[in-house]
């Protein structure tokens, strides 16, 4: 193999890519997202400099459903997403992502450097509410719910879920 064909390779392993060349393309996204307020000294912390928050003390976590993703099939994500400041700019910081699928996985950290990690997200209509739940190394580490019959969301986690999920928890 010459050195243009392996630049030339969308991913490897050249014999089995993890996901083919680009463009992609997202299609009819299906997203829950909850802001939650949290710990200041927690945000702090999980943000890179010169990153720093926004003063809202408050974090995201998303459930997006990807129903139709060229290249990438059909999957779920979720994560935590941290509004944040780069000097006099608004930014949000992903900070962590949880996906079903390996492919995805594999080039939201080699093509966007996304921090994504495999885990078990879910994102469904459940009679009238919308359900979210990740689990996580066989631990349902979160889920939230939102009826939207009566416009209410609610939310749980375990004491048990990893590390940077715990820290981020809600108040």
Known sequence: MKREDVLALPSMP????????????????????????????????ALPEPLQPDGSNTALFEFIRMPDSSGFGDYTESGVVI?????????????QMYLDDEPPIAGGREIWGFPKKH???????VQDTLTGTLEYASVQALSARWDTSISICSTTSKADVPAPLRRLSTR
């Open 83 to 95: 509004p944040a400041r780069l000097g006099d700019e608004q930014v949000n910081f992903t900070a």
């Open 14 to 45: 050249a014999a089995s890519p993890s996901y083919p060349r680009g463009p992609y393309r997202f299609i009819d996204r299906e997203y829950l997202i909850i802001t939650y307020e949290t710990d200041a000294d927690a945000l702090r912390d």
């Open 119 to 125: 885990a078990r997200p879910w994102l469904s209509v």
